[in-house]
């Protein structure tokens, strides 16, 4: 049960567009499509942002999306926001009927 | 409006034995998954382990399997998580989670958490 890899910082301007990569494998990222996203503020609880690799729950703003190639999944925030700085963190299903999270990713709006 | 408590954490010797707790509300809770995450002081999310609806199918990270035990109570609304041999690693505030394994493989509602320290 690897972890998935994320970069460890992203940065961008507001109005921006930023993209967080997700890297797995082909026992998860590259066969499931059971690929989620987490935004987590300092101190607060995770929050669902994205699942099943490019749903929105009703709560999350269009300005998110998600996709995903081969091994990798990424998650894109447009018109970057002071309001998106925060860990985001990815999580796949895995074919030992596990699941794995990334390390995190920090995004910095300038 | 969907509400998750954790309770039961605390403070104790590597070694020991720790019961977490989750109280649902809002929502009707035998129809859906349940799983505990685990963030580590500083640190990223961790999945632990999961429970289908009925409580027949249980999947379990390999760092906690044979120690920690999952399990729920459909006609008292309750979720547990059962944690023997307890090691400093296992330090970290303990999410209770709507979804994860068999189905719903993502989690939608969080709970406030609750702070395991194992610490000699």
């Known amino acids: 049960q690897s972890a998935l890899t994320q970069p460890a910082s992203v940065s961008g301007s507001p109005g921006q567009s930023i993209t967080l990569s997700c890297t797995g494998t082909?026992?998860?990222?590259?066969?499931?499509?059971?690929v989620s996203w987490y935004q987590q503020h300092p101190g607060q609880v995770p929050r669902l942002m994205i699942y099943?690799?490019?749903n929105r729950p009703s709560w999350v703003s269009s300005r998110f999306s998600g996709s995903r190639s081969g091994n990798t999944a990424s998650l894109t925030i447009s018109d970057l926001r002071a309001e998106d700085e925060a860990h985001y963190y990815c999580?796949?299903?895995?074919?030992?009927?596990?699941?794995?999270f990334g390390g995190g990713t920090k995004v910095t709006v300038l | 409006e969907v509400k998750l408590w954790e309770s039961g954490g605390g403070s104790v010797q590597p070694g020991e034995s720790l019961r977490l707790s989750c109280a649902p509300s809002?929502?009707?809770?035998?129809?859906?998954?349940m799983s505990w995450v685990r963030q580590a002081p500083g640190k990223g999310l961790e999945w632990v382990s999961s429970?289908?609806?009925?409580?027949?199918?249980?999947d379990s990270a390999d760092s906690v399997k044979g120690r920690f035990t999952i399990s729920r109570d459909n006609s008292r609304n309750t979720l547990s998580l059962q944690m023997n041999s307890l090691r400093a690693e296992d330090t970290a505030v303990y999410y209770c989670?709507?979804?994860?394994?068999?189905?719903?493989?993502?989690?939608?509602?969080w709970g406030q958490g609750t702070l395991v320290t194992v610490s000699s």
């Open positions: 989670a709507i979804g994860g394994t068999p189905s719903r493989r993502f989690f939608d509602y």
């Open positions: 809002g929502f009707t809770f035998s129809t859906f998954a």
């Open positions: 429970i289908s609806g009925s409580g027949d199918k249980i």
């Open positions: 082909s026992s998860d990222i590259g066969t499931y499509t059971f």
């Open positions: 099943d690799v490019s």
């Open positions: 999580a796949s299903y895995t074919g030992s009927s596990t699941l794995v």
